[in-house]
């Protein structure tokens, strides 16, 4: 491992964000920084800056998610943010949903290795599972533009449910975009929230998305009266 792929002296931010289960986060930056590195599921340049690009970054998503809610993290890779909601909340249970097995025999291992009680790890894509879920909370990172994301995620959620995806600079313009598929869906919600403040620069960016009711339906046959 070159100097540039060191993780990173712990922050301060790190020790207020994560509290007690602190040392559960250094070792899977360790994990990451290493076994995350050698199998593709982290460049080797972003060994030097997990904590505050990646891991603060996701650990204060749990601002926006309520006590012992039932989540679903769509495109795990490599447990952003799904692993690490876990680390910092271990009232959650939390299905970490991947398709490729490489990233989730990553998982698995990471989720034995970190002593994690309250984390699933299952291989396969949304749309092929979703009969099998009804949560509170589906969450992504870096997975798909949010219509995709949307119309993959809506149909894991329990009515009332959210969806948060962390979102960058662009999050504004692809929620305006996304507008037409939202609706279809049945969003009740769709809105920008900020997490973070004063423990992430800059903070954390969300799109949470409220549902509502079904999808709607195309290309119903009519039944012959």
Do not use: Y
């Not at 360790?30 to 199998?39: D, I, K, M, Q, S």
């Not at 969450?139 to 959210?162: I, Q, S, Y």
């Not at 975009?177 to 903070?203: C, H, I, S």
Request: include cysteine; charged fraction near 30%.
């Amino acid at each position: 491992m070159t100097e540039e792929q060191l993780p990173e002296a712990v922050p301060p931010q790190a020790r207020e964000v994560f509290g007690d289960a602190l040392p559960v986060a250094e070792r899977f930056v360790h994990l990451l920084a290493t076994a995350g590195v050698e199998r593709g599921l982290i460049g080797p340049r972003e060994a030097g800056r997990l904590w505050e690009r990646h891991l603060i970054n996701c650990a204060v998503l749990s601002e926006a998610v309520s006590q012992n809610a039932t989540v679903v993290d769509i495109g795990s890779g490599a447990g952003l943010p799904g692993l690490v909601l876990a680390i910092v909340r271990p009232d959650l249970k939390i299905t970490l949903l991947e398709p490729l097995l490489r990233r989730t025999t990553f998982l698995i291992e990471a989720v034995e290795d970190l002593g994690l009680k309250n984390v699933e790890v299952v291989r396969g894509r949304a749309e092929e599972v979703a009969k099998h879920f009804e949560v509170d909370v589906v969450t992504a990172r870096a997975v798909a533009p949010l219509d995709r994301l949307a119309t993959w995620g809506k149909p894991l959620l329990r009515v009332g449910g959210e969806l948060l995806a962390l979102k960058g600079e662009r999050a504004a313009l692809e929620l305006e975009e996304a507008a037409p598929v939202l609706r279809k869906l049945g969003v009740r919600t769709a809105e920008l929230l900020m997490v973070g403040q004063g423990k992430v620069d800059p903070p954390t960016t969300l799109v949470r998305l409220v549902a509502e009711r079904a999808p709607e339906r195309t290309g119903k046959k009519k039944r012959k009266g």
